[in-house]
């Protein structure tokens, strides 16, 4: 059985202060939820904080990203090493934002994630298609050319443990969601794809979200979906309550 899993993906939200304030909220609503794996995204800023507070907790800490050095001369990144330092379990690579705003391509996912699972963090994969692309039908097309990019080269060992985050571009805080049975669908592709490359084993343990414009009031279309084993939440995330009641449904 795989656990389900809800991360808040709190994008670049969030100073110290109300980063504390969230999860002093959630921390009480919550009350050591273990139901599901719950894993918390903050921004770099906060990753220190955060993890403080939920280190004797069942709440996981993950990052929004990271560069796939060690260490070196790459002024103004962060690597895995300083992300395990910091006691992230989890790191979400290839988000939307990061392929629009930063020029993420699949082959810069794949070091990424190369790099994360080397480093002991497990990646958090986004894929997704764009909407001009889901008219033309070729939403199975990108969907099959962004995971065999970014899988390029790695292990079942490693493939595994992964996560996707199915994400349509499209429903990315604009709130408007995917309807659940078409994400459940793309979730089915996704297995399928898997246990072409790898085995029908490791295509049943990959965990795959939706992630789009989730809230308190479609979370249960995408739970209870057969092939969907989570939601990563952006917006809803920001607010302690929403996010529980999320977690809780
Ligand atoms: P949203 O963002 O929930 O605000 O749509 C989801 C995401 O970007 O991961």
Redesign the pocket.
């Known amino acids: 059985m795989r656990k389900k899993i809800i991360a808040a993906?709190w994008?670049m939200y969030k100073t110290i202060k109300d980063a504390e304030n969230f999860l002093r909220e959630f921390l009480s609503l919550s009350n050591n939820y273990t139901e599901k794996e719950v894993v918390i995204c903050p921004p770099f800023t906060s990753l220190f904080l955060v993890r403080e507070y939920i280190k004797d907790t069942p709440y996981k800490l993950g990052a929004q990203n990271l560069f796939w050095e060690k260490e070196g001369a790459y002024t103004g990144e962060i690597s895995p090493i300083m992300l395990r330092d910091l006691g992230c379990e989890y790191v979400?690579i290839g988000?939307?934002?990061r392929r629009q705003y930063f020029g993420e391509d699949d082959e810069i996912v794949n070091k990424k994630l190369k790099s994360a699972f080397d480093n002991g963090l497990i990646p958090i994969l986004?894929i997704g298609e764009k909407w001009e692309e889901r008219e033309k039908g070729k939403t199975n097309d990108i969907i099959i050319k962004q995971i065999n990019g970014a899988l390029e080269g790695l292990d079942k060992e490693n493939v595994k443990k992964l996560v996707i985050?199915y994400?349509p571009v499209w429903?990315?805080?604009?709130g408007h969601?995917a309807r659940g049975e078409d994400a459940n669908e793309v979730a089915s592709l996704i297995r399928e794809i898997i246990e072409k490359k790898y085995s029908g084993v490791v295509a049943q343990e990959i965990r795959i979200q939706y992630?789009?414009?989730?809230?308190p009031k479609n979370i249960s279309e995408f739970l209870s979906q057969p092939e969907i084993d989570g939601a990563?939440?952006?917006?809803?995330?920001l607010n302690p309550q929403t996010f529980w009641e999320i977690v809780r449904i």
Do not use: R
Not at 171 to 174: E, F, H, Q, R, V
């Open positions: 993906n994008k979400i988000h939307s934002e986004c985050a994400e429903a990315i805080g604009t969601s992630g789009g414009s989730v809230n990563l939440v952006g917006g809803a995330s």
